[in-house]
């Protein structure tokens, strides 16, 4: 078993104009309000969580007009070898904004911006992630099953797809968290037949999660080497990971829960590469 190969170095954006002004998932509701001071505060913590871990981070600036441009895990998908970036092509017009503010940013700082066909829809990171030599690709509530081919050509990567049935768990990323090179946190709950078959052949050790643990965001987690960064942590799944000898932080990002989003959400990995 060996730790991640990626996860030391983040993209987070600070929370200068985040809020709940719309409706595209089933945990927001226009009428909330969120606590600005208390959403600043939980980001804060989590990025000193991420920095004590030892993680490098990177930050980039909120314009005004996209309060959900702070879950960066949706900027696009990358690799930190080739330099190659892929902004997401967002499913809603909400969010479409935020495209050319990420790929500016990549672009800035000298990195290749590749794009998806203008018809088809993909969310970064927030719907694909990398195990143990291939891209596990979500589809259906926010990305097209289609992706996955453009994906593969474009990162160079195998890419194994699983539809998301459940539409609380409407990111790969809310039911999906590699731990090592064996091991990923699994939310069946959010998975067809097809999907569970596939990540059951997958990953050598799972923890499954149970349906109320997957609806707290568990798998929604940041695993910087040994260290797993979670928005919460049921005493059977910290009794699991410790026994596997990570240790957990929890780090509470209610406010950001208000938006459906947790702590993964708020990340973006940039030392993520598919080279050999
Ligand atoms: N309100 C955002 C949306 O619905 C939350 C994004 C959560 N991001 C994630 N990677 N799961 O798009």
């Given at each position: 078993?060996?730790?991640?190969?990626?996860?030391?170095?983040?993209?987070?954006?600070?929370?200068?104009?985040?809020?709940?002004?719309?409706?595209?998932?089933?945990?927001?509701?226009?009428?909330?309000?969120?606590?600005?001071?208390?959403?600043?505060?939980?980001?804060?913590?989590?990025?000193?969580?991420?920095?004590?871990?030892?993680?490098?981070?990177?930050?980039?600036?909120?314009?005004?007009?996209?309060?959900?441009?702070?879950?960066?895990?949706?900027?696009?998908?990358?690799?930190?070898?080739?330099?190659?970036?892929?902004?997401?092509?967002?499913?809603?017009?909400?969010?479409?904004?935020?495209?050319?503010?990420?790929?500016?940013?990549?672009?800035?700082?000298?990195?290749?911006?590749?794009?998806?066909?203008?018809?088809?829809?993909?969310?970064?990171?927030?719907?694909?992630?990398?195990?143990?030599?291939?891209?596990?690709?979500?589809?259906?509530?926010?990305?097209?099953?289609?992706?996955?081919?453009?994906?593969?050509?474009?990162?160079?990567?195998?890419?194994?797809?699983?539809?998301l049935v459940d539409e609380r768990l409407y990111h790969l990323d809310l039911t999906f968290c590699p731990l090592d090179d064996r091991r990923a946190m699994c939310a069946p709950l959010g998975w067809d037949a097809d999907g569970r078959d596939m990540i059951e052949s997958l990953v050598p050790e799972p923890l499954w999660l149970e349906d109320d643990e997957a609806l707290a965001f568990c798998a929604n987690s940041v695993v910087v080497g040994s260290l797993v960064v979670m928005p919460s942590c049921p005493p059977r799944v910290g009794r699991i990971l410790e026994s596997w000898g990570f240790d957990v932080a929890v780090c509470p990002v209610d406010e950001f829960l208000k938006a459906g989003g947790g702590c993964r959400c708020l990340t973006l990995a940039l030392d993520v590469t598919f080279a050999p």
């Open positions: 078993m060996s730790a991640l190969g990626w996860g030391h170095r983040y993209l987070l954006c600070p929370p200068k104009h985040f809020g709940v002004l719309y409706e595209i998932n089933p945990w927001m509701h226009e009428g909330v309000v969120v606590d600005v001071d208390a959403a600043r505060g939980q980001w804060e913590a989590l990025h000193r969580t991420l920095l004590d871990a030892g993680a490098e981070i990177e930050t980039i600036d909120q314009p005004d007009g996209v309060p959900d441009l702070v879950f960066t895990a949706n900027a696009g998908l990358l690799d930190a070898t080739t330099r190659r970036f892929v902004p997401s092509h967002f499913r809603h017009p909400e969010r479409q904004p935020e495209t050319e503010v990420f790929a500016t940013w990549f672009a800035d700082r000298g990195w290749d911006v590749d794009r998806l066909p203008d018809d088809v829809d993909q969310e970064g990171a927030g719907d694909a992630l990398p195990f143990d030599g291939v891209l596990v690709s979500g589809h259906r509530p926010r990305s097209d099953a289609a992706a996955g081919n453009h994906l593969s050509e474009l990162l160079h990567v195998p890419v194994r797809s699983v539809e």
